[in-house]
């Protein structure tokens, strides 16, 4: 068996001459680059002392278009999204339709208090309050010292 190093700073390999710069070009052309896009929102996870928030960016839906359920202790989010667009040309009918959906899953902590979840969706962010469990609470005492 022969090894042969991997050099990533080369672009054609000595195998096979060109056949990464063919890849590079099909898959770096806009029709696969703008299918290319990460269909996942971004999400921002922040915790304080009484809860946990979670926002994610999700623009152009409708809070109806979101499904927020809690198993065990996993929270998913999940949304499925359709649009047709009809534009009458000429003489014939142009169809474009959009599909958009995904799911993420978010595993609690024991301190999160499930059954106190609130849930709203503002200007394309969907915003999550977990309360924390009274015992979880972060409790602050003054010490004195002698």
Do not use: C, W
């Not at 359920?69 to 998913?76: A, P």
């Not at 599909?99 to 059954?115: I, K, M």
């Amino acid at each position: 068996m022969t090894l042969v190093k991997f050099n990533p700073e080369k672009k054609n390999s000595t195998l096979l001459p060109g056949f990464n710069d063919i890849f590079e070009s099909v898959l770096g052309d806009t029709f696969f680059s703008d299918r290319r896009i990460n269909s996942l929102p971004a999400v921002n996870i922040l915790e304080s002392g009484e809860e946990y928030h979670i926002e994610l960016a999700a623009p152009g839906l409708k809070k109806e278009d979101f499904k927020v359920s809690v198993e065990r202790d996993m929270l998913t989010i999940s949304t499925g999204h359709y649009s047709e667009n009809n534009t009458l040309e000429k003489t014939y009918n142009r169809r474009e339709f959009s599909y958009s959906a995904f799911t993420r899953a978010f595993t609690l902590p024991e301190s999160a208090d499930v059954d106190r979840i609130q849930a709203s969706y503002v200007d394309g962010v969907l915003k999550l309050a977990l309360p924390k469990k009274e015992e979880a609470k972060a409790v602050s005492r003054q010490i004195e010292i002698r």
